[in-house]
Protein backbone atom coordinates (compact mmCIF):
# COMPACT_ATOMS: atom_id res chain seq x y z
CA UNK A 1 0.00 0.00 0.00
CA UNK A 2 1.17 3.57 -0.95
CA UNK A 3 0.88 5.93 1.53
CA UNK A 4 0.44 9.68 0.33
CA UNK A 5 1.89 12.94 2.13
CA UNK A 6 -0.98 14.34 4.30
CA UNK A 7 -3.67 11.38 4.22
CA UNK A 8 -1.54 8.69 5.94
CA UNK A 9 -5.11 8.13 8.22
CA UNK A 10 -6.49 7.32 4.69
CA UNK A 11 -3.66 5.58 2.47
CA UNK A 12 -5.05 5.68 -1.19
CA UNK A 13 -4.06 2.72 -2.63
CA UNK A 14 -4.90 1.14 -6.40
CA UNK A 15 -7.61 -1.68 -6.18
CA UNK A 16 -10.09 -3.19 -8.66
CA UNK A 17 -12.89 -3.92 -6.72
CA UNK A 18 -15.08 -1.70 -7.99
CA UNK A 19 -14.16 -1.96 -11.41
CA UNK A 20 -16.78 -4.06 -12.44
CA UNK A 21 -19.42 -1.54 -10.98
CA UNK A 22 -18.40 1.52 -13.37
CA UNK A 23 -17.20 -0.41 -16.40
CA UNK A 24 -18.01 -3.18 -18.21
CA UNK A 25 -16.75 -4.29 -21.71
CA UNK A 26 -18.06 -3.30 -25.14
CA UNK A 27 -20.58 -5.28 -26.52
CA UNK A 28 -19.75 -6.65 -29.84
CA UNK A 29 -21.86 -6.91 -32.68
CA UNK A 30 -22.06 -10.25 -33.15
CA UNK A 31 -23.68 -10.43 -29.63
CA UNK A 32 -26.39 -7.94 -30.87
CA UNK A 33 -27.92 -10.26 -33.27
CA UNK A 34 -26.85 -8.90 -36.89
CA UNK A 35 -24.35 -11.20 -38.45
CA UNK A 36 -21.86 -9.81 -41.46
CA UNK A 37 -21.76 -12.71 -44.62
CA UNK A 38 -20.19 -11.83 -47.30
CA UNK A 39 -20.28 -13.17 -50.98
CA UNK A 40 -17.61 -15.10 -53.19
CA UNK A 41 -19.05 -14.76 -56.70
CA UNK A 42 -20.99 -11.83 -57.92
CA UNK A 43 -22.41 -11.04 -61.47
CA UNK A 44 -23.81 -7.19 -61.08
CA UNK A 45 -26.99 -8.59 -61.33
CA UNK A 46 -27.94 -4.31 -60.41
CA UNK A 47 -25.97 -3.49 -64.20
CA UNK A 48 -26.29 -5.89 -66.24
CA UNK A 49 -29.68 -7.10 -68.02
CA UNK A 50 -28.19 -10.10 -69.52
CA UNK A 51 -28.75 -12.98 -67.36
CA UNK A 52 -26.60 -15.73 -69.51
CA UNK A 53 -23.43 -13.38 -68.74
CA UNK A 54 -24.85 -12.96 -65.19
CA UNK A 55 -25.00 -16.79 -64.89
CA UNK A 56 -21.53 -17.13 -66.71
CA UNK A 57 -19.80 -14.97 -63.95
CA UNK A 58 -21.99 -16.43 -60.73
CA UNK A 59 -20.86 -19.74 -61.68
CA UNK A 60 -17.11 -19.58 -63.00
CA UNK A 61 -15.16 -22.09 -60.86
CA UNK A 62 -18.19 -21.86 -58.52
CA UNK A 63 -17.58 -24.63 -55.55
CA UNK A 64 -19.00 -25.96 -52.25
CA UNK A 65 -19.26 -23.26 -49.59
CA UNK A 66 -19.30 -20.16 -52.26
CA UNK A 67 -22.36 -17.48 -51.66
CA UNK A 68 -23.69 -16.20 -54.96
CA UNK A 69 -25.17 -12.20 -54.18
CA UNK A 70 -28.35 -11.67 -56.18
CA UNK A 71 -30.55 -9.01 -55.33
CA UNK A 72 -34.46 -9.27 -55.23
CA UNK A 73 -34.80 -5.56 -55.08
CA UNK A 74 -32.94 -2.75 -57.57
CA UNK A 75 -32.03 -5.54 -59.82
CA UNK A 76 -31.70 -4.62 -63.93
CA UNK A 77 -34.17 -5.74 -66.16
CA UNK A 78 -34.33 -7.68 -69.16
CA UNK A 79 -35.34 -6.92 -72.61
CA UNK A 80 -38.87 -7.73 -71.18
CA UNK A 81 -38.44 -5.03 -68.05
CA UNK A 82 -38.10 -8.11 -65.91
CA UNK A 83 -35.79 -8.53 -63.38
CA UNK A 84 -33.19 -10.33 -64.43
CA UNK A 85 -32.17 -12.24 -61.10
CA UNK A 86 -35.63 -13.89 -61.77
CA UNK A 87 -33.76 -15.39 -65.27
CA UNK A 88 -30.62 -16.31 -63.59
CA UNK A 89 -32.34 -18.07 -60.54
CA UNK A 90 -34.51 -20.53 -63.28
CA UNK A 91 -31.01 -21.36 -64.43
CA UNK A 92 -28.81 -21.67 -61.70
CA UNK A 93 -30.98 -23.88 -59.38
CA UNK A 94 -31.30 -26.86 -61.71
CA UNK A 95 -27.71 -26.02 -62.41
CA UNK A 96 -26.65 -26.44 -58.66
CA UNK A 97 -28.77 -29.83 -58.38
CA UNK A 98 -26.95 -30.87 -61.56
CA UNK A 99 -23.05 -30.50 -59.90
CA UNK A 100 -24.35 -31.73 -56.58
CA UNK A 101 -24.80 -28.48 -54.98
CA UNK A 102 -27.74 -26.63 -53.21
CA UNK A 103 -29.03 -23.70 -52.19
CA UNK A 104 -29.23 -23.32 -48.28
CA UNK A 105 -30.20 -20.46 -45.55
CA UNK A 106 -27.67 -18.97 -43.85
CA UNK A 107 -29.13 -19.65 -40.16
CA UNK A 108 -27.30 -17.81 -37.37
CA UNK A 109 -26.09 -21.05 -35.77
CA UNK A 110 -24.51 -22.03 -38.49
CA UNK A 111 -22.08 -19.45 -39.19
CA UNK A 112 -18.80 -19.24 -37.48
CA UNK A 113 -18.68 -17.14 -34.97
CA UNK A 114 -15.42 -15.14 -33.15
CA UNK A 115 -14.68 -16.60 -29.28
CA UNK A 116 -16.65 -14.99 -26.84
CA UNK A 117 -14.53 -12.80 -24.89
CA UNK A 118 -14.25 -13.04 -21.12
CA UNK A 119 -15.70 -10.22 -18.58
CA UNK A 120 -12.36 -8.74 -16.56
CA UNK A 121 -11.71 -9.61 -13.03
Known amino acids: MKAYRGFES ?19 PSELGPVHVGWSRRGFD ?7 RLLARSTQRLREGDIILLHDGGAARDARGEPVCLAVLEALLPMLAARG ?17 QQPR
Do not use: V
Not at 20 to 28: H, L
Not at 105 to 110: I, Q, T, V
Open 10 to 28: HPIRQSNLLLEEFYSRPIT
Open 46 to 52: TRCGDAA
Open 101 to 117: LACIRLERDALPRAPAR
